[in-house]
């Protein structure tokens, strides 16, 4: 027996001493406070805990060693101090998805005993342990400078006023109870009966399977039923744009990467579901492997699919001028081949999803990017009517993207929807890195040209993105590629091809950035070597080339007013000519709404009793703030008190959208509730109160809607009379310094977001996407070899810590867009867009290397950035 003390409970622990202690906690205690973000690998922090005064990660510490040790858990920190230490995370917009920040407030509690009057630098030592892949860290070491100060001065104010109009620093919606772990996530709900799955892997990535044994696993105590391709009642295919990917490769099938799903295992426990799969044997023919886009494309490759192409889709725009002439009669010319790395999106909490019998249909709890296209694809899988599919979105721990794609959320479905029993399926960090979709690779192959004023010719570009097994959203992350060639400049000839191509690795998908920021690593590079031919000054030759009200992008778009490049430009100029080694980079991204697509938003909002309000709507929460852009555009159209509105997303409303990506939701639901804004006014004003609380109560029971609507847009290529490819554009400019040594001291983020909806949501979206830029730059990749990963550690990512995170400063520009919500446009995306591209080219000017492919590893930047 083990005896310790947690939160001063005397604790007589007469279990399995090996086990962790993170894993009493959770599953024997139900504190969900303290998170699972790394399953041991003692990467993330999540799960800090302190121990006899001291911070230490749960997921490794061992009960057979707490003896005599006290505990503390964020539940046993003393009121005072917790609210105290939560509220600064929340005033100072530390918290975005959350997932990380009990574990850091954690750390904040144990540092103000450790050094009560640190720097900022032994903050970040601090923290140096806890990961956060959503602020760049600036906005955590601001709270907790802030709460060390109010600890100090036992000084507990923290209850400002905030105003929730457009534009005012308001809170993050649901900010406090997600700091303090009292949100939970989908793996810390728990449901009567509930039952644990876990999925078996492939043990290659393209081997026909002759055989699948489960005797030994279906006899091991506790397990309740193991599943195989033949169970689902439905389509097994599913699929974002192609429905090509199975939930589970049967026998005589042929498996196209390690993710690949052979079987699934339900017991009554995790670890009871997970041993279980270790004991389903597989018999293979091993068969080779295609993993090079351009072998992959060779007559006589081995096909990723049977009887299909391994290339996927191709994209081409052309317009202008031939460009093959143009550029050879050109004053300079700059050419190469670029190539960009897989990525890993590591958001913080890994893939959950639970599900349970609900009436004649299953209920699911989602994190997923679109809940209405989780629903679809569930009943197709369980072949039922979508009306039997509810689906709950809970918000989530981080996307960035890569929870567009369904990874467990079938699985859980079709689990419990054949046990009739409540189901969890939770990944490990090693099945997560396994199993969901990256960052595309891309190879591209680049000319540009200009005269010798040192203006723009033409573009030629080939570029060849590896899109892995499954299709996902690949084809379109290349027309991206495609569509933002030319980044944002007007280059009036270009010859672009995109191609999008089947191989052997883990599939590739959405990630922020969609494209635009391989495109523009390429571009911007070829930008300075014109600049060094030509002896232009680079600022200038951005400047007197940059997009502007009537010039084109790549597709050919002719734009309108709102077009902030210049403006970016301007913000930075200053800072550019005063810095010895620095270099610079502009991007554009579109706001997620265009190439063609039908894209809408529905929004209902019903007056409830008391005066309250509630907003229901199809996207997803995964930390940028949708449902702040929901309340605070409400508030600026009604006056209704933030206090008063709540939001759920539930497909029981029956609003569907699409998937949330970029800053599409707050354009589309933007637009929608302000539409729907429009009667509750009157109707406000027709009750005669002037006071709206006593307004809202003669309004209780009813109901509103709105609706946007864009179908105006057209697809990159289509020959149309007028190019209209997307609906909105950011536009922004970054410069990177490096000091004498050759690192990162400061990058300088100038974007221009059309009207800023909430400037501290908005600095905390760019330092975040910086943070990752940076990291894309010099540290992420996530190799593999014959199709197999290199590594399955989070901590092998490359994933920045806060240490190594250098000082970042957000310029907000304002140039209001014509159709978004105030002038809204993107800035989900468009923060990492010139990053990699800015320190290419500032590590060029300290060290004349031009650097074409990614991440850059200068040895003079080992152990820092």
């Known amino acids: 027996?083990?005896?310790?003390?947690?939160?001063?409970?005397?604790?007589?622990?007469?279990?399995?001493?090996?086990?962790?202690?993170?894993?009493?906690?959770?599953?024997?205690?139900?504190?969900?406070?303290?998170?699972?973000?790394?399953s041991g690998q003692a990467t993330c922090g999540a799960c800090m805990v302190e121990i006899n005064g001291k911070a230490k990660l749960s997921c490794t510490q061992k009960i057979k060693f707490l003896e005599g040790s006290r505990v503390v858990t964020m539940e046993g920190i003393p009121e005072s101090v917790r609210d105290i230490i939560a509220k600064a995370y929340v005033e100072k917009g530390a918290v975005q998805c959350g997932f990380c920040t009990p574990g850091l407030i954690m750390r904040t509690k144990i540092l103000f005993a450790e050094n009560p009057n640190p720097d900022r630098e032994q903050i970040k030592k601090a923290i140096n342990l806890n990961l956060c892949r959503c602020t760049g860290y600036v906005k955590i070491v601001d709270a907790i400078e802030t709460a060390l100060n109010r600890l100090r001065e036992n000084n507990e104010s923290g209850n400002p006023e905030f105003s929730a109009a457009i534009g005012h620093r308001f809170p993050k919606y649901q900010a406090y109870e997600t700091a303090i772990g009292k949100r939970r996530f989908v793996n810390d709900l728990h449901f009567d009966g509930m039952l644990s799955g876990a999925l078996r892997f492939s043990d290659h990535p393209r081997a026909r399977i002759l055989s699948i044994d489960i005797s030994d696993a279906l006899?091991?105590?506790?397990?309740?039923?193991?599943?195989?391709?033949?169970?689902i009642p439905g389509d097994r295919y599913t699929g974002l744009i192609f429905n090509d990917w199975p939930l589970m490769i049967a026998t005589g099938e042929t498996t196209r990467y390690i993710g690949d799903v052979i079987a699934g295992v339900v017991a009554r426990d995790e670890a009871t579901a997970r041993e279980a799969t270790r004991l389903i044997r597989v018999n293979y023919e091993i068969l080779d492997v295609v993993t090079d886009v351009e072998l992959a494309l060779e007559t006589g490759?081995?096909?990723?699919?049977?009887?299909?192409?391994?290339?996927?889709?191709?994209?081409?725009?052309?317009?202008?001028?031939?460009?093959?002439?143009?550029?050879?009669?050109?004053?300079?010319?700059?050419?190469?081949?670029?190539?960009?790395?897989?990525?890993?999106?590591?958001?913080?909490?890994?893939?959950?999803?639970?599900?349970?019998?609900?009436k004649d249909g299953i209920h699911l709890y989602s994190q997923g990017q679109g809940i209405y296209v989780d629903q679809g694809q569930i009943a197709s899988l369980l072949g039922l009517d979508e009306d039997r599919v509810r689906v709950t979105q809970v918000p989530c721990g981080g996307g960035f993207g890569g929870r567009e794609d369904m990874t467990v959320q079938g699985h859980a479905a079709l689990f419990a929807w054949l046990l009739k029993k409540p189901v969890k399926v939770h990944l490990s960090r090693e099945e997560s890195i396994i199993m969901h979709p990256k960052r595309h690779p891309v190879k591209m192959d680049i000319t540009l040209g200009c005269d010798e004023k040192g203006m723009l010719t033409g573009l030629k570009l080939k570029a060849m993105g590896d899109t892995g097994a499954y299709a996902s959203v690949g084809n379109k992350v290349m027309e991206r590629v495609a569509g933002h060639a030319s980044g944002g400049y007007h280059v009036p000839n270009v010859d672009i091809e995109s191609l999008t191509v089947y191989t052997n690795n883990i599939p590739s998908g959405a990630m922020r950035g969609f494209g635009a920021n391989q495109a523009a690593f390429a571009l911007e590079s070829c930008i300075d070597e014109l600049c060094e031919k030509g002896n232009f000054d680079r600022w200038k030759f951005r400047f007197n080339n940059a997009l502007e009200e009537g010039k084109m992008t790549a597709t050919g778009q002719i734009l309108g007013k709102g077009v902030g490049i210049k403006a970016c430009l301007l913000a930075l100029k200053h800072q550019f000519y005063a810095a010895k080694y620095a270099g610079l980079a502009c991007g554009i991204k579109n706001s997620g709404v265009g190439n063609g697509m039908v894209d809408f938003s529905d929004v209902k909002i019903t007056i409830g009793i008391n005066g309250r309000v509630l907003i229901e709507h199809g996207w997803t929460e995964m930390g940028q703030g949708v449902q702040n852009m929901a309340i605070q555009t409400l508030y600026q159209e009604t006056g209704i008190s933030a206090a008063l509105i709540d939001v759920v997303v539930d497909t029981n409303t029956g609003l569907p959208t699409g998937m949330t990506t970029s800053?599409?939701?707050?354009?589309?639901?933007?637009?929608?509730?302000?539409?729907?804004?429009?009667?509750?006014?009157?109707?406000?004003?027709?009750?005669?109160?002037?006071?709206?609380?006593?307004?809202?109560?003669?309004?209780?029971?009813?109901?509103?809607?709105?609706?946007?609507?864009?179908?105006?847009?057209?697809?990159?290529?289509?020959?149309?009379?007028?190019?209209?490819?997307?609906?909105?554009?950011?536009?922004?400019?970054?410069?990177?310094?490096?000091n004498e040594e050759g690192k990162i001291e400061k990058v300088y983020a100038a974007h221009d977001a059309g009207k800023i909806m909430n400037q501290m949501l908005f600095e905390g979206q760019i330092e975040g996407a910086v943070h990752m830029g940076i990291g894309y730059a010099l540290t992420e990749d996530l190799?593999?070899?014959?199709?197999?990963?290199?590594?399955?550690?989070?901590?092998?990512?490359?994933?920045?810590?806060?240490?190594?995170?250098?000082?970042?400063?957000?310029?907000?520009?304002?140039?209001?867009?014509?159709?978004?919500?105030?002038?809204?446009?993107?800035?989900?995306?468009?923060?990492?867009?010139?990053?990699?591209?800015?320190?290419?080219?500032?590590?060029?000017?300290?060290?004349?290397?031009?650097?074409?492919?990614?991440?850059?590893?200068?040895?003079?930047?080992?152990?820092?950035?």
């Open 663 to 738: 800053s599409r939701a707050t354009a589309l639901l933007g637009n929608a509730i302000i539409d729907a804004a429009i009667s509750i006014r009157e109707d406000l004003m027709k009750t005669g109160q002037e006071d709206i609380h006593r307004a809202l109560n003669q309004l209780e029971g009813r109901s509103y809607t709105g609706k946007y609507y864009c179908d105006w847009t057209t697809k990159p290529g289509t020959k149309v009379e007028k190019i209209i490819t997307h609906y909105s554009y950011g536009y922004a400019a970054q410069l990177v310094t490096l």
């Open 1 to 38: 027996m083990v005896t310790f003390y947690l939160n001063d409970r005397r604790i007589v622990y007469s279990g399995d001493e090996n086990q962790t202690l993170l894993h009493f906690l959770r599953e024997k205690k139900g504190i969900t406070s303290v998170k699972d973000g790394c």
């Open 301 to 358: 490759a081995p096909a990723v699919h049977p009887e299909k192409s391994n290339l996927l889709d191709r994209c081409v725009v052309r317009r202008g001028e031939p460009v093959g002439d143009l550029l050879q009669n050109s004053k300079y010319i700059a050419t190469g081949i670029y190539e960009t790395q897989r990525v890993e999106h590591a958001f913080l909490e890994t893939e959950a999803a639970i599900a349970l019998p609900e």
């Open 783 to 865: 190799p593999m070899k014959e199709g197999r990963l290199i590594s399955t550690h989070l901590r092998d990512c490359g994933v920045l810590t806060a240490m190594q995170t250098p000082e970042i400063e957000v310029i907000g520009i304002e140039e209001a867009d014509p159709v978004g919500p105030y002038g809204a446009k993107g800035i989900g995306e468009i923060g990492l867009v010139p990053t990699a591209a800015a320190v290419a080219n500032a590590l060029y000017t300290f060290d004349g290397v031009r650097r074409k492919k990614l991440p850059m590893k200068p040895n003079y930047l080992a152990g820092s950035q």
């Open 219 to 231: 006899n091991m105590a506790g397990v309740e039923r193991i599943f195989t391709a033949s169970d």
